[in-house]
Structure formats: C-alpha cells, structure tokens
C-alpha cells in the first residue's frame, strides 16, 4: 500500500489566488513528521514546510499553511496568494518514528505539478 | 546561509563503470542520506547514515552501492557497476537535530546518465 498519495498529478491555478495541494498518508506509527518540498524544473529539492503528529497547530510558513487532519490522515498544503514562480512540482513526504540511530529516511509521494497561469 | 553541496552536477558514465558521487553536507550535520530520482518519478530512499555506519537502506541499496564518509566533510556514494536503470538525478540531504522534528537539507542532487 502507498504510505503517501498525492492524488493530483497536475493542477491549473490562477496568479493571486490560492490553492490546495492534497496528500493522505498511512502509518501505524504514532510519532511521525510531514513534510513538503519544492521542486522546480531546475531540479532542487527546497523544503517548504513541517507538521509534526503531535503538533496541535496547523503549521505555516509565510504563505504556505498545511491542513493536517490527524484522523482523516491527510496533511494538504495550502498555498496562498500564488505566484508564478510557485509553478513547480510539489512533493509531500513522511518520516516515520526514528528507530534506533536513525533520524528515519523520507517516504515521498508522486508529487503534484502545480501550474500558475498569469 | 550553510547549504550541501553535490558533485558534479552531471556524471555520464559506460555501464559497467564506476562511479563516485561526491556531497558535502552541512558542517555541524550528524545525519546525512541518499535517495535518487528516476525521471518523472518520484524520489526514492537509498541510505541513511550516521556516526560512520550506515543506519538504514532501502531495497534499491544492494551490494552495487556503498556509502563512506572518508574525511570530516564528505559523504559518497559509489556504484561499483552502473546499469542503464541507474540513470537518475541523485540527492544526498542531511539533517542535524537531535531532538525535535529535523528538516533534512537536500543538494542540488547530480544527474546520472548510464549509456
């Protein structure tokens, strides 16, 4: 089974507006990070934002917020106000709980192509 | 702003060949990591290391690769004989905390092309 699932492979969204990027995740683990990355077509992978499982707030970053819903296993990244360098692949990952000395490797979706139309 | 760092950005290689991808993680980093990304996939875990041991490897992480840290700064990762099917852009990331959540820091990852 997929331990993360990004559901949509493109999005359109218009310059100004927000949107929501969808990510379900799967664990049996109760301790557990979500995370988001961005990249661009130029290939980097720049981390965008964080919600740890036992966080009670909905973490943001400046225009990035992520919508986590612990029982519905769902950690959806929502960008505000987009931009057109926001045009890029979007990627959410989970950490599961650390084992032994290990910090715990990521686990990637598929991603989403996020398009911003001007 | 301290950042890794990964070379060279574009390694073609013969199959069969060896290669070396070199990386230079955040200096006060502890944990340091691997995962490649085969075109229009997704990015897959290879290796995690840490305190000079490898602490986890997936699947894909067989007795072709190997990692090493050989001196204070760098960490690679060598494929002892390439496969067309190791073609991929190449990340290494580290992450430093301790305690907490710890955000791993990817490179620039280097592009792989096995012909």
């Known amino acids: 089974a997929q331990k993360i699932t990004q559901t949509q492979p493109g999005m359109f969204v218009q310059e100004k507006e927000a949107v929501t990027l969808d990510c379900t995740y799967d664990t049996s683990d109760p301790s557990y990070g979500l995370f988001w990355y961005k990249q661009p077509s130029s290939g980097e992978m720049i981390f965008l934002i964080y919600?740890?499982?036992?966080?009670?707030q909905n973490a943001t970053e400046g225009r990035y917020s992520l919508n986590f819903q612990k029982a519905r296993k769902s950690a959806n990244l929502v960008i505000s106000a987009s931009q057109l360098g926001d045009s890029a692949m979007y990627f959410c990952?989970?950490?599961?709980?650390?084992?032994?000395?290990?910090?715990?490797?990521?686990?990637f979706g598929k991603g989403t192509k996020l398009s911003v139309k001007p | 702003e301290p950042e890794v760092t990964q070379t060279p950005s574009h390694q073609v290689t013969q199959m069969g060949q060896e290669v070396i991808l070199r990386c230079v993680p955040i200096s006060n980093h502890l944990y340091f990591y691997w995962y490649r990304q085969i075109l229009g996939q997704k990015v897959e875990f290879l290796v995690s290391?840490?305190?000079?041991?490898?602490?986890?490897k997936s699947e894909i992480f067989d007795d072709q690769f190997s990692v090493e840290r050989p001196d204070g700064s760098n960490f690679t990762l060598k494929i002892r004989s390439t496969k067309l099917e190791d073609s991929a852009m190449y990340f290494c990331?580290?992450?430093?905390?301790?305690?907490?959540?710890?955000?791993?820091?990817f490179g620039p990852g280097t592009r792989l092309t096995v012909l």
């Open positions: 919600q740890g499982s036992y966080d009670q």
């Open positions: 990952a989970m950490r599961e709980g650390r084992r032994g000395g290990s910090q715990g490797n990521l686990i």
């Open positions: 290391f840490y305190n000079n041991e490898i602490s986890e």
């Open positions: 990331a580290s992450s430093g905390q301790t305690s907490g959540y710890n955000e791993q820091f």
